[in-house]
């Protein structure tokens, strides 16, 4: 049984009949740059989230970029973050000109822990920017509290998460500015890429749209050096069909991961821990094991998909290695060497979870329990 990661020809197949009809439009209106899809997408995200302004851009890297100059974060100014996340969020940050400051993560839910963020404050320091890990929010209200305190912005990376929440509120309507990525694979993910900054600041929106733009308001115009970011009008068409679905999706995804508990109930691995303070939605289901090299090449040899999020914390890439060589985050380090993702997609079936469990505990020498009572 082969079992990819995210099965995207299924989800296509399951859409088709609306995604078609919605491209078609799009591609017969003749306006393919900055639409009526992109400017309705935007509307629609907006009220979804809860939040005044939405503007789509090239890429979720755009959008953490261009959060990030518009909070007036640059050169010589610092921006505390987590080690343990896609490079993208991090080089986001040094894109900028300012420099990156990793504090370590929760060992639990891999999140950037708060605990840790105040001992790094430093008058440089401009900025906090937390990922939602995996689909689940992070703990916001003391983050919150040590922005206002210290006058710090607060830019949430919401590439994995969105359609969660945080205390009954969506992620990205909490600080500053939310990013969003719509990479394929993402919660809600276009057929190539996008992205999206979302808050409810005029100012920042304002300035986010004119950096977007070559830094120009007013045609052939140049306030500032900007780039050109903008949101494809057919991506914007795709993801205003997927958008209705998101939160059938995410309910299916929170169901798998319930099977998944289940189905891998009783075997020696970590399984995800959420916290209570939100909806987790499952961008991944990623365990943790110092047997996950076994467990993965078990899972191969099964043609089943698996993926580590994330190898090397980003304090150990090579790009940063030796500026960060003094730098030690232990439980980012230790996570980095245990988790594996497993697949993952609302339409993954309960065989599929029972195949995938039937590996791993194989990859552990142990025969799988069965018939365990269902976990929420």
Known sequence: MSIPMVDLNA??????????????????????????????????????????HAIGVASGTDALMLAL????????????????????????????????????????????????????????????LPVHLYGQAVDLEPLLAICACHGLRLIEDCAQAMGADYKGRKVGAWGHAGCLSFD???????????????????????????????????????????????????????????????????RRRRENARRYREALAGLAVQLPVETGLGTHVYHHFTIASDERERIRATLARQGIASAVHYP????????????????????????????LSLPMSPLLKPEQIDAVADAIAAALGVRRRTGTPSMS
């Open 184 to 250: 394929p694979s993402q919660t809600l993910g276009a057929f190539g890429d996008g992205g999206m900054v979302v808050t409810d600041d005029d100012a920042l929106a304002a300035r986010v749209r004119m950096l977007a733009n070559h830094g120009s308001v007013i045609r052939d115009h140049h306030e500032a050096l900007g780039c050109n970011s903008r949101l494809d009008e057919l991506q914007a068409a795709v993801l205003r069909v997927k958008l209705l679905h998101l939160d059938e999706f995410n």
């Open 69 to 128: 100059r518009a909070a007036g974060v640059g050169p010589g100014d610092e921006v505390i973050t987590t080690p343990f996340s896609f490079i993208a969020t991090a080089s986001a940050i040094a894109m900028t000109g300012a420099r990156p400051v990793f504090v370590d993560i929760d060992p639990l839910t891999f999140n950037l822990d708060p605990a840790n963020v105040e001992a790094a404050i430093t008058p440089r320091t401009r900025a906090v």
């Open 11 to 52: 989800e296509y197949a399951l859409l088709e009949p609306e995604l078609l009809p919605a491209v078609k439009t799009a591609l017969a209106s003749g306006q393919y740059v900055q639409g009526p899809n992109v400017r309705a997408f935007e509307q629609e995200v907006a009220r979804y989230l809860g939040v005044r």
């Open 312 to 339: 090397l914390p980003l304090h150990r890439q090579p790009l940063w290695h030796d500026a960060y060589a003094d730098v030690h985050l232990p439980h980012a380090e230790r996570a980095a060497q245990r988790v």
